[in-house]
Protein backbone atom coordinates (compact mmCIF):
# COMPACT_ATOMS: atom_id res chain seq x y z
CA UNK A 1 0.00 0.00 0.00
CA UNK A 2 1.26 3.16 -1.02
CA UNK A 3 2.02 5.89 1.75
CA UNK A 4 0.87 9.61 0.99
CA UNK A 5 3.17 12.45 2.14
CA UNK A 6 1.83 15.98 3.37
CA UNK A 7 3.40 19.00 5.06
CA UNK A 8 0.12 18.59 7.19
CA UNK A 9 -2.97 16.14 7.98
CA UNK A 10 -6.12 17.26 9.49
CA UNK A 11 -8.04 14.26 11.10
CA UNK A 12 -11.75 15.48 10.86
CA UNK A 13 -13.60 17.62 9.02
CA UNK A 14 -16.32 19.68 11.32
CA UNK A 15 -15.54 23.10 12.19
CA UNK A 16 -12.55 22.73 13.44
CA UNK A 17 -10.66 20.44 10.50
CA UNK A 18 -12.39 22.46 7.91
CA UNK A 19 -10.83 25.63 9.67
CA UNK A 20 -7.59 24.28 10.02
CA UNK A 21 -7.21 22.87 6.38
CA UNK A 22 -7.93 26.05 4.79
CA UNK A 23 -5.85 28.13 6.78
CA UNK A 24 -3.01 25.67 6.29
CA UNK A 25 -3.71 25.15 2.74
CA UNK A 26 -3.89 29.37 2.42
CA UNK A 27 -0.49 29.39 4.32
CA UNK A 28 1.01 27.27 1.06
CA UNK A 29 0.90 24.02 2.75
CA UNK A 30 0.55 20.61 1.27
CA UNK A 31 -2.79 19.52 3.23
CA UNK A 32 -4.97 16.40 3.49
CA UNK A 33 -8.34 15.96 5.60
CA UNK A 34 -9.03 12.84 6.32
CA UNK A 35 -12.88 12.16 7.49
CA UNK A 36 -14.65 9.15 8.60
CA UNK A 37 -17.89 10.35 7.51
CA UNK A 38 -19.58 13.41 6.28
CA UNK A 39 -18.20 16.80 5.86
CA UNK A 40 -19.65 19.58 8.40
CA UNK A 41 -19.27 17.33 11.50
CA UNK A 42 -20.90 16.95 14.22
CA UNK A 43 -22.25 21.08 14.24
CA UNK A 44 -23.82 20.36 10.85
CA UNK A 45 -24.93 17.30 10.62
CA UNK A 46 -26.63 16.06 13.98
CA UNK A 47 -26.04 19.18 16.18
CA UNK A 48 -26.21 22.57 16.00
CA UNK A 49 -27.94 22.76 12.96
CA UNK A 50 -30.79 20.17 13.28
CA UNK A 51 -31.08 21.66 17.10
CA UNK A 52 -31.64 24.66 16.12
CA UNK A 53 -34.45 24.19 12.93
CA UNK A 54 -36.16 22.35 16.15
CA UNK A 55 -35.90 25.38 18.25
CA UNK A 56 -37.58 27.17 15.03
CA UNK A 57 -40.17 24.33 15.36
CA UNK A 58 -40.75 24.90 19.15
CA UNK A 59 -40.92 28.88 18.49
CA UNK A 60 -43.56 28.70 16.02
CA UNK A 61 -45.81 26.44 18.46
CA UNK A 62 -45.35 28.83 20.85
CA UNK A 63 -45.99 31.40 18.68
CA UNK A 64 -49.19 29.76 16.90
CA UNK A 65 -50.56 29.13 21.02
CA UNK A 66 -49.96 33.25 22.02
CA UNK A 67 -51.30 34.46 18.60
CA UNK A 68 -54.84 34.76 19.97
CA UNK A 69 -53.39 37.69 21.85
CA UNK A 70 -52.99 39.91 18.93
CA UNK A 71 -56.49 38.96 17.83
CA UNK A 72 -55.33 36.21 15.56
CA UNK A 73 -57.36 33.16 16.31
CA UNK A 74 -55.70 30.07 15.15
CA UNK A 75 -57.99 26.65 14.63
CA UNK A 76 -56.59 23.32 15.57
CA UNK A 77 -52.38 22.90 15.14
CA UNK A 78 -50.82 20.00 16.09
CA UNK A 79 -47.23 19.12 15.28
CA UNK A 80 -46.13 16.73 12.93
CA UNK A 81 -43.47 14.18 13.99
CA UNK A 82 -42.33 12.89 10.63
CA UNK A 83 -43.08 16.09 8.53
CA UNK A 84 -40.80 18.09 11.30
CA UNK A 85 -37.95 15.46 10.48
CA UNK A 86 -38.26 15.46 7.32
CA UNK A 87 -37.85 19.78 7.76
CA UNK A 88 -34.98 19.24 9.44
CA UNK A 89 -33.07 16.57 7.41
CA UNK A 90 -34.10 19.64 4.48
CA UNK A 91 -32.44 21.89 6.26
CA UNK A 92 -29.28 20.28 7.15
CA UNK A 93 -28.76 19.41 3.37
CA UNK A 94 -29.49 23.11 2.00
CA UNK A 95 -26.63 24.53 5.16
CA UNK A 96 -24.39 21.01 3.83
CA UNK A 97 -24.89 22.62 0.14
CA UNK A 98 -24.11 25.71 1.21
CA UNK A 99 -20.73 25.12 2.56
CA UNK A 100 -19.82 22.89 0.69
CA UNK A 101 -16.42 22.11 2.08
CA UNK A 102 -15.65 19.38 -0.72
CA UNK A 103 -15.56 22.17 -2.80
CA UNK A 104 -13.70 24.78 -1.04
CA UNK A 105 -10.95 22.12 -0.24
CA UNK A 106 -10.32 21.07 -3.78
CA UNK A 107 -10.36 25.06 -5.00
CA UNK A 108 -7.78 25.31 -2.14
CA UNK A 109 -5.59 22.42 -3.33
CA UNK A 110 -6.38 20.07 -0.33
CA UNK A 111 -7.01 16.26 -0.46
CA UNK A 112 -10.09 15.42 1.15
CA UNK A 113 -10.01 11.40 1.74
CA UNK A 114 -13.18 9.94 2.65
CA UNK A 115 -12.06 6.22 3.39
CA UNK A 116 -13.08 5.63 6.81
CA UNK A 117 -11.71 5.84 10.36
CA UNK A 118 -7.89 7.47 10.66
CA UNK A 119 -6.07 5.81 13.37
CA UNK A 120 -2.23 6.77 14.50
CA UNK A 121 0.81 4.14 13.90
CA UNK A 122 3.37 6.17 14.96
CA UNK A 123 3.46 9.96 15.54
CA UNK A 124 3.61 11.11 12.38
CA UNK A 125 1.53 8.19 10.20
CA UNK A 126 -1.97 7.34 10.12
CA UNK A 127 -3.92 4.22 8.64
CA UNK A 128 -7.48 4.55 7.32
CA UNK A 129 -10.16 1.80 7.43
CA UNK A 130 -9.40 1.09 3.86
CA UNK A 131 -5.62 0.56 3.82
CA UNK A 132 -4.29 3.90 2.60
CA UNK A 133 -1.51 4.97 5.27
CA UNK A 134 -0.98 9.16 5.36
CA UNK A 135 1.95 10.67 6.41
CA UNK A 136 2.13 13.98 7.97
CA UNK A 137 4.94 16.54 8.90
CA UNK A 138 2.04 18.03 11.24
CA UNK A 139 -1.11 16.55 12.43
CA UNK A 140 -3.78 18.58 13.87
CA UNK A 141 -6.76 16.29 15.50
CA UNK A 142 -10.09 17.69 15.01
CA UNK A 143 -11.88 14.56 16.05
CA UNK A 144 -14.95 15.74 17.67
CA UNK A 145 -16.59 14.14 20.27
CA UNK A 146 -19.49 11.86 21.21
CA UNK A 147 -22.48 11.85 23.87
CA UNK A 148 -21.59 9.91 26.95
CA UNK A 149 -24.44 7.76 27.94
CA UNK A 150 -24.32 7.04 32.14
CA UNK A 151 -22.71 4.22 33.09
CA UNK A 152 -25.92 2.17 34.80
CA UNK A 153 -28.11 -0.93 33.56
CA UNK A 154 -30.37 -0.41 30.92
CA UNK A 155 -28.33 2.75 29.02
CA UNK A 156 -28.95 1.27 24.99
CA UNK A 157 -32.36 2.12 25.83
CA UNK A 158 -31.92 6.03 26.13
CA UNK A 159 -31.61 8.09 22.86
CA UNK A 160 -28.77 10.55 22.57
CA UNK A 161 -29.16 14.52 21.53
CA UNK A 162 -27.76 13.53 18.06
CA UNK A 163 -29.94 11.12 17.38
CA UNK A 164 -33.26 12.46 18.84
CA UNK A 165 -34.21 12.66 15.17
CA UNK A 166 -34.27 8.88 15.11
CA UNK A 167 -37.52 8.67 17.82
CA UNK A 168 -39.76 6.83 15.71
CA UNK A 169 -42.70 9.09 17.09
CA UNK A 170 -43.27 12.43 19.14
CA UNK A 171 -42.35 10.62 22.90
CA UNK A 172 -45.91 12.21 25.13
CA UNK A 173 -43.74 11.43 27.95
CA UNK A 174 -40.17 12.31 28.22
CA UNK A 175 -36.82 12.76 30.91
CA UNK A 176 -33.90 14.31 30.05
CA UNK A 177 -31.10 13.50 31.75
CA UNK A 178 -28.16 16.51 32.00
CA UNK A 179 -29.27 20.25 32.58
CA UNK A 180 -26.62 21.65 30.63
CA UNK A 181 -27.25 23.84 27.20
CA UNK A 182 -27.48 20.89 25.05
CA UNK A 183 -30.29 19.26 27.62
CA UNK A 184 -31.90 22.65 28.44
CA UNK A 185 -32.43 23.36 24.49
CA UNK A 186 -34.07 19.69 23.95
CA UNK A 187 -36.49 20.51 27.14
CA UNK A 188 -37.97 23.63 25.38
CA UNK A 189 -38.13 21.72 22.01
CA UNK A 190 -39.79 18.86 23.31
CA UNK A 191 -41.84 21.23 26.05
CA UNK A 192 -42.97 23.50 23.08
CA UNK A 193 -43.83 20.05 20.97
CA UNK A 194 -46.86 19.28 24.04
CA UNK A 195 -44.34 16.50 25.24
CA UNK A 196 -44.79 15.85 29.42
CA UNK A 197 -40.79 16.57 30.25
CA UNK A 198 -38.95 15.59 33.58
CA UNK A 199 -35.36 17.53 33.41
CA UNK A 200 -33.25 15.74 36.37
CA UNK A 201 -29.63 16.95 36.85
CA UNK A 202 -27.42 15.81 39.59
CA UNK A 203 -26.52 19.29 39.91
CA UNK A 204 -27.77 21.98 42.47
CA UNK A 205 -28.65 24.23 39.21
CA UNK A 206 -29.36 23.84 35.58
CA UNK A 207 -27.23 25.28 32.93
CA UNK A 208 -24.04 25.56 35.92
CA UNK A 209 -21.32 26.82 33.48
CA UNK A 210 -23.61 29.57 33.02
CA UNK A 211 -23.89 33.02 35.57
CA UNK A 212 -26.32 31.70 38.15
CA UNK A 213 -29.29 34.01 37.64
CA UNK A 214 -29.56 32.71 34.14
CA UNK A 215 -29.77 29.03 35.57
CA UNK A 216 -32.34 30.10 38.28
CA UNK A 217 -34.53 32.38 35.55
CA UNK A 218 -34.68 29.13 32.96
CA UNK A 219 -35.49 27.17 35.58
CA UNK A 220 -38.13 29.13 36.61
CA UNK A 221 -39.59 28.98 33.02
CA UNK A 222 -39.32 25.95 32.51
CA UNK A 223 -41.20 25.23 35.98
CA UNK A 224 -44.04 27.56 34.62
CA UNK A 225 -44.30 25.71 31.04
CA UNK A 226 -45.11 22.74 33.40
CA UNK A 227 -41.38 21.20 33.32
CA UNK A 228 -40.75 18.93 36.34
CA UNK A 229 -36.85 20.31 36.84
CA UNK A 230 -35.72 18.03 39.57
CA UNK A 231 -31.79 19.51 40.24
CA UNK A 232 -29.63 18.57 43.02
CA UNK A 233 -30.77 14.46 42.72
CA UNK A 234 -28.61 11.65 44.13
CA UNK A 235 -27.83 9.77 41.19
CA UNK A 236 -29.46 7.79 38.57
CA UNK A 237 -29.79 4.01 39.04
CA UNK A 238 -30.82 2.58 35.78
CA UNK A 239 -33.48 1.77 32.79
CA UNK A 240 -36.09 -0.63 32.14
CA UNK A 241 -37.99 -1.72 29.24
CA UNK A 242 -41.95 -2.14 30.67
CA UNK A 243 -44.68 -2.74 28.91
CA UNK A 244 -45.59 0.71 29.15
CA UNK A 245 -42.36 2.46 28.40
CA UNK A 246 -39.27 3.45 29.69
CA UNK A 247 -38.73 2.96 33.27
CA UNK A 248 -36.04 5.47 34.84
CA UNK A 249 -34.81 4.84 38.42
CA UNK A 250 -33.34 7.31 40.12
CA UNK A 251 -32.64 8.60 44.22
CA UNK A 252 -33.24 12.05 45.32
CA UNK A 253 -32.85 12.85 48.69
CA UNK A 254 -32.08 9.80 49.57
CA UNK A 255 -34.87 7.65 48.62
CA UNK A 256 -35.23 5.75 45.38
CA UNK A 257 -37.80 7.09 42.95
CA UNK A 258 -39.15 5.71 39.33
CA UNK A 259 -40.98 7.07 36.30
CA UNK A 260 -41.95 5.56 33.36
CA UNK A 261 -41.24 7.26 29.91
CA UNK A 262 -41.71 7.25 26.16
CA UNK A 263 -38.07 8.62 25.75
CA UNK A 264 -35.05 9.07 28.09
CA UNK A 265 -32.56 11.06 26.62
CA UNK A 266 -29.12 11.23 27.92
CA UNK A 267 -26.99 14.74 27.93
CA UNK A 268 -24.60 13.68 30.20
CA UNK A 269 -21.61 14.41 28.45
CA UNK A 270 -19.38 14.73 25.56
CA UNK A 271 -16.07 12.75 25.64
CA UNK A 272 -13.79 12.99 22.53
CA UNK A 273 -13.55 10.65 19.70
CA UNK A 274 -10.30 9.13 20.54
CA UNK A 275 -11.17 5.75 21.72
CA UNK A 276 -10.04 4.03 18.41
CA UNK A 277 -7.56 6.89 17.38
CA UNK A 278 -4.19 5.02 18.39
CA UNK A 279 -3.17 7.71 20.90
CA UNK A 280 -0.86 5.22 21.90
CA UNK A 281 0.92 4.82 19.17
CA UNK A 282 1.51 8.93 18.73
CA UNK A 283 2.80 8.95 21.78
CA UNK A 284 -0.22 10.81 23.94
CA UNK A 285 -2.41 9.88 26.90
CA UNK A 286 -5.40 11.21 27.23
CA UNK A 287 -7.25 12.86 30.35
CA UNK A 288 -10.39 13.38 31.15
CA UNK A 289 -11.65 11.85 27.84
CA UNK A 290 -10.09 14.38 25.72
CA UNK A 291 -6.35 15.34 24.92
CA UNK A 292 -4.31 17.80 27.22
CA UNK A 293 -3.13 20.75 25.19
CA UNK A 294 -1.10 23.51 25.29
CA UNK A 295 -2.29 27.37 24.87
CA UNK A 296 -1.04 26.84 21.46
CA UNK A 297 -2.87 23.56 21.40
CA UNK A 298 0.31 21.71 20.85
CA UNK A 299 -0.16 18.36 22.61
CA UNK A 300 2.68 16.16 24.36
CA UNK A 301 4.06 15.34 21.03
CA UNK A 302 5.13 18.95 19.47
CA UNK A 303 4.11 18.49 15.74
CA UNK A 304 0.77 17.30 16.94
CA UNK A 305 -2.34 19.74 17.73
CA UNK A 306 -5.47 18.92 18.61
CA UNK A 307 -8.63 21.33 18.68
CA UNK A 308 -12.25 21.76 18.58
CA UNK A 309 -13.76 19.27 21.05
CA UNK A 310 -11.14 16.65 20.48
CA UNK A 311 -9.03 18.98 23.51
CA UNK A 312 -12.17 19.05 25.86
CA UNK A 313 -11.83 22.91 26.22
CA UNK A 314 -14.72 25.25 25.03
CA UNK A 315 -17.08 22.69 23.10
CA UNK A 316 -18.36 25.27 20.87
CA UNK A 317 -18.44 25.94 17.07
CA UNK A 318 -17.10 29.14 17.33
CA UNK A 319 -13.86 28.22 19.65
CA UNK A 320 -13.33 25.07 17.24
CA UNK A 321 -12.95 27.40 14.02
CA UNK A 322 -10.20 30.12 15.89
CA UNK A 323 -8.95 26.88 17.20
CA UNK A 324 -8.27 25.11 14.06
CA UNK A 325 -6.83 28.52 12.38
CA UNK A 326 -4.65 28.78 15.03
CA UNK A 327 -3.11 25.59 15.21
CA UNK A 328 -2.64 25.73 11.51
CA UNK A 329 -0.81 28.59 12.04
CA UNK A 330 1.67 26.98 14.51
CA UNK A 331 2.06 24.31 12.50
CA UNK A 332 3.08 25.26 9.27
CA UNK A 333 4.88 28.83 10.71
CA UNK A 334 6.27 26.75 13.50
CA UNK A 335 4.91 29.44 15.46
CA UNK A 336 3.51 29.96 19.32
CA UNK A 337 0.20 31.66 18.40
CA UNK A 338 -2.95 32.19 20.76
CA UNK A 339 -6.20 32.80 19.83
CA UNK A 340 -7.15 36.53 19.49
CA UNK A 341 -8.89 36.89 23.10
CA UNK A 342 -10.43 34.62 25.44
CA UNK A 343 -14.10 36.09 25.23
CA UNK A 344 -16.36 33.35 23.79
CA UNK A 345 -20.05 34.17 23.53
CA UNK A 346 -22.50 31.20 24.38
CA UNK A 347 -26.04 30.84 24.97
CA UNK A 348 -29.00 28.56 24.26
CA UNK A 349 -32.05 28.39 21.96
CA UNK A 350 -34.22 27.81 24.99
CA UNK A 351 -38.03 29.62 25.70
CA UNK A 352 -36.25 32.03 26.81
CA UNK A 353 -33.42 32.15 25.44
CA UNK A 354 -30.03 32.39 26.99
CA UNK A 355 -26.57 33.77 26.77
CA UNK A 356 -24.00 34.89 28.10
CA UNK A 357 -20.04 35.98 27.84
CA UNK A 358 -17.18 37.04 30.10
CA UNK A 359 -17.15 36.62 33.97
CA UNK A 360 -20.16 35.73 36.23
CA UNK A 361 -20.86 37.78 39.05
CA UNK A 362 -19.13 35.06 40.97
CA UNK A 363 -16.04 35.32 39.36
CA UNK A 364 -16.38 38.50 39.11
CA UNK A 365 -16.76 39.35 42.48
CA UNK A 366 -14.03 36.72 43.60
CA UNK A 367 -11.29 38.84 41.27
CA UNK A 368 -12.47 42.56 42.64
CA UNK A 369 -15.51 42.57 45.05
CA UNK A 370 -15.53 46.16 44.23
CA UNK A 371 -16.69 45.57 40.39
CA UNK A 372 -19.74 47.19 39.38
CA UNK A 373 -23.09 45.26 38.45
CA UNK A 374 -26.39 46.50 37.09
CA UNK A 375 -29.10 44.69 35.83
CA UNK A 376 -32.05 45.97 33.49
CA UNK A 377 -35.44 44.00 32.97
CA UNK A 378 -37.13 43.73 29.75
CA UNK A 379 -40.26 44.63 31.47
CA UNK A 380 -38.44 48.18 31.15
CA UNK A 381 -37.81 47.41 27.26
CA UNK A 382 -40.24 48.93 24.83
CA UNK A 383 -39.51 46.41 22.41
CA UNK A 384 -39.82 43.35 24.70
CA UNK A 385 -43.24 44.88 25.52
CA UNK A 386 -44.44 45.23 21.93
CA UNK A 387 -43.61 41.89 21.30
CA UNK A 388 -45.17 40.73 24.91
CA UNK A 389 -41.55 39.07 25.62
CA UNK A 390 -41.07 40.69 29.32
CA UNK A 391 -39.47 37.92 30.59
CA UNK A 392 -35.62 38.56 30.97
CA UNK A 393 -33.24 40.66 31.67
CA UNK A 394 -29.69 42.27 30.72
CA UNK A 395 -27.02 41.83 33.71
CA UNK A 396 -23.62 43.98 32.89
CA UNK A 397 -20.26 43.56 34.66
CA UNK A 398 -18.00 46.37 34.49
CA UNK A 399 -14.39 46.36 37.15
CA UNK A 400 -14.54 49.46 39.60
CA UNK A 401 -13.37 52.70 37.28
CA UNK A 402 -15.62 51.51 34.55
CA UNK A 403 -12.94 50.91 32.28
CA UNK A 404 -13.94 47.67 31.06
CA UNK A 405 -16.93 45.89 30.46
CA UNK A 406 -15.92 42.19 32.26
CA UNK A 407 -18.89 40.07 31.78
CA UNK A 408 -23.02 40.25 30.38
CA UNK A 409 -25.32 37.77 30.79
CA UNK A 410 -28.84 37.97 29.44
CA UNK A 411 -32.33 35.98 29.69
CA UNK A 412 -35.05 36.54 27.27
CA UNK A 413 -35.64 37.26 23.56
CA UNK A 414 -32.69 37.79 21.33
CA UNK A 415 -30.36 36.85 24.57
CA UNK A 416 -28.04 35.77 22.19
CA UNK A 417 -27.81 38.52 19.93
CA UNK A 418 -28.08 40.83 22.64
CA UNK A 419 -25.17 39.24 24.03
CA UNK A 420 -23.31 39.08 20.75
CA UNK A 421 -23.55 42.90 20.19
CA UNK A 422 -22.01 43.28 24.03
CA UNK A 423 -19.23 40.80 23.40
CA UNK A 424 -18.27 43.28 20.17
CA UNK A 425 -17.85 46.36 22.36
CA UNK A 426 -15.55 43.89 25.30
CA UNK A 427 -13.34 42.98 22.36
CA UNK A 428 -13.40 46.26 21.38
CA UNK A 429 -12.29 47.04 25.14
CA UNK A 430 -14.60 50.42 25.16
CA UNK A 431 -15.58 51.73 28.25
CA UNK A 432 -18.66 51.93 30.33
CA UNK A 433 -19.12 55.57 29.27
CA UNK A 434 -18.47 55.18 25.89
CA UNK A 435 -21.03 52.49 25.61
CA UNK A 436 -23.53 53.87 27.34
CA UNK A 437 -22.97 57.16 24.56
CA UNK A 438 -23.42 54.26 21.68
CA UNK A 439 -26.98 54.98 19.60
CA UNK A 440 -29.01 51.82 19.42
CA UNK A 441 -32.29 52.11 16.47
CA UNK A 442 -35.63 51.83 18.53
CA UNK A 443 -37.04 49.74 19.24
CA UNK A 444 -34.66 46.85 19.23
CA UNK A 445 -33.96 44.44 21.79
CA UNK A 446 -30.37 45.81 21.59
CA UNK A 447 -31.72 48.77 23.04
CA UNK A 448 -31.37 47.60 26.49
CA UNK A 449 -27.45 47.36 26.58
CA UNK A 450 -27.29 51.03 26.07
CA UNK A 451 -29.76 50.99 29.07
CA UNK A 452 -28.10 48.69 31.26
CA UNK A 453 -24.64 50.68 30.40
CA UNK A 454 -26.53 54.05 31.58
CA UNK A 455 -27.35 51.63 34.99
CA UNK A 456 -23.88 51.31 35.42
CA UNK A 457 -22.80 54.54 35.14
CA UNK A 458 -25.43 55.57 37.55
CA UNK A 459 -24.53 53.08 40.55
CA UNK A 460 -22.91 54.52 43.03
CA UNK A 461 -18.99 54.68 42.75
CA UNK A 462 -16.93 52.40 44.36
CA UNK A 463 -14.27 52.82 46.95
CA UNK A 464 -10.86 52.92 45.33
CA UNK A 465 -7.78 51.94 46.96
CA UNK A 466 -5.47 54.84 48.45
C1 LIG B 1 -27.16 18.40 19.88
C2 LIG B 1 -26.01 19.38 19.82
C3 LIG B 1 -26.26 20.74 19.65
C4 LIG B 1 -25.21 21.65 19.57
N1 LIG B 1 -25.49 22.99 19.41
C5 LIG B 1 -24.48 23.87 19.35
C6 LIG B 1 -24.74 25.26 19.14
O1 LIG B 1 -25.90 25.69 19.01
N2 LIG B 1 -23.68 26.11 19.06
C7 LIG B 1 -22.39 25.66 19.17
O2 LIG B 1 -21.46 26.46 19.10
N3 LIG B 1 -22.12 24.36 19.37
C8 LIG B 1 -23.12 23.45 19.45
N4 LIG B 1 -22.83 22.13 19.61
C9 LIG B 1 -21.43 21.72 19.73
C10 LIG B 1 -20.75 21.68 18.36
O3 LIG B 1 -21.45 20.80 17.51
C11 LIG B 1 -19.31 21.24 18.51
O4 LIG B 1 -18.64 22.06 19.45
C12 LIG B 1 -18.55 21.34 17.17
O5 LIG B 1 -19.17 20.55 16.20
C13 LIG B 1 -17.10 20.89 17.37
O6 LIG B 1 -16.46 20.89 16.14
P1 LIG B 1 -15.26 19.86 15.87
O7 LIG B 1 -14.77 20.15 14.48
O8 LIG B 1 -14.30 19.89 16.99
O9 LIG B 1 -15.93 18.40 15.92
P2 LIG B 1 -17.09 17.75 15.05
O10 LIG B 1 -18.00 18.75 14.50
O11 LIG B 1 -17.66 16.69 15.91
O12 LIG B 1 -16.31 17.07 13.82
C14 LIG B 1 -15.46 15.97 14.02
C15 LIG B 1 -15.31 15.21 12.72
O13 LIG B 1 -14.26 14.25 12.86
C16 LIG B 1 -14.63 13.02 12.23
N5 LIG B 1 -13.86 11.94 12.86
C17 LIG B 1 -13.92 11.50 14.14
N6 LIG B 1 -13.03 10.54 14.37
C18 LIG B 1 -12.36 10.34 13.20
C19 LIG B 1 -11.31 9.47 12.80
N7 LIG B 1 -10.73 8.62 13.65
N8 LIG B 1 -10.90 9.53 11.51
C20 LIG B 1 -11.46 10.42 10.63
N9 LIG B 1 -12.45 11.26 10.96
C21 LIG B 1 -12.89 11.22 12.24
C22 LIG B 1 -16.13 12.94 12.49
O14 LIG B 1 -16.76 12.09 11.55
C23 LIG B 1 -16.56 14.41 12.35
O15 LIG B 1 -16.94 14.71 11.03
C24 LIG B 1 -23.87 21.19 19.67
C25 LIG B 1 -23.60 19.82 19.82
C26 LIG B 1 -24.66 18.92 19.89
C27 LIG B 1 -24.37 17.44 20.06
Redesign the pocket.
Known sequence: MTEDNYDVVV???????TAAALRAAELGARVAV??????????VN???VP??VLAKTARLMRDVRTADAYGITVGEHHLDWPSTVSRVRQTVDAVRSIKDEARRFEAAGIDLVLEG???FTDASTLVLDSGRRVRGNSVII????H?RRLPVPGAELATV??HVLDLAALPARVAIIGAGN?GA?LVTVFSAFGSQVTLLDVAPRILMASDASIGDAVAQAFAEQGVAVLTGIDGVDGLAQTADGIELGWRAAGSATTGTFDAVIMATG?PA?ID??GLDAAGITPERSAIPVDQYFRTAIPHIFA????NGRD????A?VFEGEVAAENAVLDANRRTPHHLLP?GG?TDPDYAGVGLTQTEAKQRDELCIVATVAYTQLDRAVIDDRRRGFLTLIADRRRELILGAHAVGENAIEVVQSVTTAMAAGIDVATLAGVKFAYPTYSAVIGMAARALLAEPSQELPV
Not at 11 to 17: K, L, S, V
Not at 307 to 310: N, R, Y
Open positions: IGAGPAGLEADKTGGTCSGCTRRARCVGGSPETQWDDLVGDAMLVQAAF
